[in-house]
């Protein structure tokens, strides 16, 4: 059980940032918990599926117009409905809760796509007056 806490941080970080030490750590401890490969591999599919470096380099500096910006939209909701197939195939119970929070949400984390705007800010207030009143 400790060779899995010791890697909590490696699971969180995106394969191409780890360390041959790192990458032989994560082999092993998937071929111990193939079902903890899975939910691994459902997890980073999600967050390439979203946004890229390459996406925030293209808009960094202006907008798209408002078809493209529709256009980006619908691709990212085809690509997410294409991960809801492999998440509802995987036997990761904790990706398949994950997975119906995200349908809950899928129209506002798309929303995003319309203004690249993310509530970040409101979320940070909310997070304050947590502490505050805690």
């Not at 970080?13 to 032989?24: L, M």
């Not at 994950?98 to 940070?124: C, H, P, Q, W």
């Amino acid at each position: 059980m400790d060779f899995l806490r010791r890697s909590f941080y490696t699971l969180r970080t995106c394969p191409d940032k780890w360390s041959d030490e790192q990458w032989e750590r994560m082999n092993i401890l998937f071929e111990e918990f193939p079902e903890l490969k899975e939910a691994f591999d459902l997890k980073e599919e999600f967050r390439k599926l979203c946004w890229s470096k390459r996406d925030k380099a293209e808009y960094k500096d202006s907008l798209p117009a408002m078809e493209e910006r529709n256009a980006l939209k619908e691709t990212v909701r085809e690509k997410l409905h294409v991960w809801f197939g492999h998440v509802k195939k995987s036997k990761s119970p904790a990706m398949k809760t994950f997975m119906r929070t995200i349908k809950e949400r899928e129209e506002d984390l798309l929303g995003y796509y319309e203004t690249f705007v993310t509530n970040a800010s409101a979320e940070s207030l909310n997070s304050g007056i947590k502490g505050l009143r805690a």
